[in-house]
């Protein structure tokens, strides 16, 4: 089965540092372009960062430019996304998604910053 598996979410403070891994099988991982969503309570998911399929260009939203940098590594069929100066906003479940052909979805990790 076609899964990706998301971890490294996780309790820090304000300004604190944290990377999540998404670690893809059951699909060819240099064709799908992978995303990073959050979603906070009481809020819409929101995306956050992309990488496309094969050239693996990048692209971030407004409220991390700066902060997160996405990457991947083909060989170990993972995509990360580095979090620096984290803020309570970026208090959320972090789920990373693969398109190509179809959507493939993680199940989540939670990131808490505290105040």
């Known amino acids: 089965e076609a899964q990706l598996v998301e971890s490294g979410g996780g309790l820090v403070q304000t300004g604190g540092s944290l990377t999540l891994s998404c670690v893809a099988s059951?699909?060819?991982?240099?064709?799908?372009?992978i995303g990073w969503f959050r979603q906070a309570p009481g809020k819409e998911r929101e995306g956050i960062s992309c990488?496309?399929?094969?050239?693996?260009?990048?692209d971030y939203a407004d409220s991390v430019k700066g902060r997160f940098t996405i990457s991947s590594d083909s060989a170990k069929r993972t995509v990360y996304l580095q979090m620096n100066g984290l803020k309570p906003e970026d208090t959320a479940v972090y789920y990373c998604v693969a398109v190509g052909p179809y959507a493939v979805w993680g199940q989540g990790t939670q990131v808490t910053v505290s105040s």
């Open positions: 059951g699909f060819r991982f240099d064709d799908y372009a």
């Open positions: 990488i496309s399929a094969i050239d693996r260009d990048t």
